[in-house]
């Protein structure tokens, strides 16, 4: 149980488009979904918290207008990255939080590597 | 605003020995929740072992157990019987209690090596 996919698992774009990567719960309702960016060999870095129905909650220093969320339901947020450049290239990581725990674990999709050319 | 200090960047062992990592926090919360997460090099993160911080007995996983020190703000991981299949970036992390705020904030990482 508690499982977290994410689609696509990679994706190559041309700089200036934009691409939306999904986050399902696949078993589970999650109470919140997190999204997170992690460059190689580094940790991971929060971008946003979202929760369903509401708007998401940026880190300082996260674009909100580049990294749009979307938490449409309680198995489904997505993450649209805007006119896409070389920088933003990263592997993408979200978690879910299942209602209930009272331990809030967070459950970790595979990641998305984004790659802009 | 939480920290989390992993001071060794890389760390190596062998088949079937002991290794710590090590994991320092700084927090003004007294109750909170400790993490240590794999990542292998499929980069699927996985929860290794947990820590609530009102209890007082070490959390152990089979061959994974902790060194938990409240006052000294430690969390360290030792990992027994160390196997090949271990070897992955090892991110220790720390969680508040408080209402929702269920972020975690993670260490930068150990870099983990299991010589056969």
């Known amino acids: 149980g508690a499982v977290v996919s994410q689609h696509p698992s990679w994706v190559i774009c041309k700089s200036g488009t934009s691409v939306k990567i999904e986050c399902r719960s696949l078993d589970f309702q999650a109470t919140t979904m997190f999204w997170y960016r992690q460059f190689p060999k580094q940790s991971l870095m929060l971008m946003a918290t979202?929760?369903?129905?509401?708007?998401?909650?940026?880190e300082q220093g996260v674009e909100k207008d580049k990294f749009l969320i979307n938490h449409a339901s309680l198995t489904l947020s997505t993450l649209t990255v805007t006119s896409a450049h070389p920088e933003d290239s990263s592997f993408y990581i979200c978690?879910?939080?299942?209602?209930?725990?009272?331990?809030?674990?967070?459950?970790f999709g595979p990641g998305t590597r984004l790659t802009v050319l | 605003a939480q920290t989390v200090t992993q001071s060794q960047p890389e760390m190596s062992v062998q088949e079937a020995e002991t290794v710590t990592l090590s994991c320092t926090y700084d927090t003004s919360e007294s109750d909170y929740y400790l993490f240590w997460y794999k990542q292998p090099p499929s980069r699927q993160m996985i929860l290794v072992i947990r820590?609530?911080?009102?209890?007082?007995q070490n959390a152990t996983e089979n061959r994974f157990s902790v060194n938990f020190q409240k006052a000294a703000k430690s969390f360290s991981l030792k990992i027994s019987d160390s196997q090949l299949g271990d070897a992955a970036m090892y991110f220790c992390?720390?969680?508040?209690?408080?209402?929702?705020?269920?972020?975690?904030?993670f260490g930068k990482g150990t870099l983990l090596t299991v010589n056969p």
């Open positions: 979202s929760n369903e129905g509401s708007k998401a909650t940026y």
């Open positions: 992390a720390y969680r508040g209690s408080g209402g929702s705020n269920y972020k975690l904030t």
């Open positions: 820590q609530e911080a009102y209890k007082q």
């Open positions: 978690s879910a939080t299942p209602f209930g725990q009272d331990y809030n674990e967070q459950f």
